[in-house]
């Protein structure tokens, strides 16, 4: 009894979970259907809701916007609304932060989360999967000696957290495999080994 049920664990509790995951992302993307006209909604055009609409809608604006932002006139629209976001009280300071985030994270030319590195954390005797995020600057640059690098080490079960170190370069082991490997391995906690 206690094998099947296990068994019936391995394989129920790995697609009730991405059932889940996915539901509430298609759920939370379906929001966006709240800025749509009610006239347009699908409820009023074909009498009922139909899940994953907004979530279509929202990746079609988001590719939309993409495609419209990257020419000549997009790109100067672009630049004159950060301008004017730069100049609202409040708005300002928390706008500069989330975009200079989301430009280090999601631009195809920058390093964040590309690289993983095995480093030597929390103590000199043990190892951990860390990223390298990039390099320490401004007046954090003038305090440290040598040469150092900047790391994210995430937690296990949740990757989202985790701890932001500067660790000196000779310290820091560049690891051959991808990203995704890295992050099996750590959510996983060591169980999916990377190939």
Do not use: C
């Not at 990257?70 to 300071?93: A, C, E, F, H, Q």
């Amino acid at each position: 009894m206690r094998k099947y049920f296990l068994t019936g664990l391995l394989v129920l509790v790995p697609l009730v979970i991405t059932a889940w995951v996915l539901s509430m992302i298609i759920s939370t993307l379906d929001q966006s259907l709240l800025f749509v006209p009610e006239a347009w909604q699908p409820h009023t055009l074909f009498g009922r809701d139909i899940p994953g609409v907004g979530a279509v809608l929202t990746l079609a604006v988001i590719f939309i916007t993409g495609l419209l932002t990257n020419n000549l006139v997009g790109g100067y629209v672009v630049r004159l609304g950060d301008r004017v976001m730069k100049r609202i009280p409040v708005v300002s300071s928390l706008y500069g932060s989330v975009k200079q985030v989301s430009d280090t994270l999601f631009s195809s030319s920058g390093n964040a989360f590309r690289t993983p590195v095995l480093i030597p954390y929390p103590h000199a005797d043990s190892y951990t999967i860390a990223f390298l995020t990039g390099v320490p600057g401004g007046d954090v640059k003038n305090h440290l000696v040598g040469d150092y690098v900047s790391v994210y080490v995430p937690t296990t079960p949740n990757p989202t957290s985790g701890f932001f170190l500067m660790m000196e370069r000779s310290k820091v082991v560049e690891l051959n495999m991808s990203v995704d490997a890295a992050l099996k391995h750590i959510v996983s906690m060591g169980v999916v080994a990377p190939e």
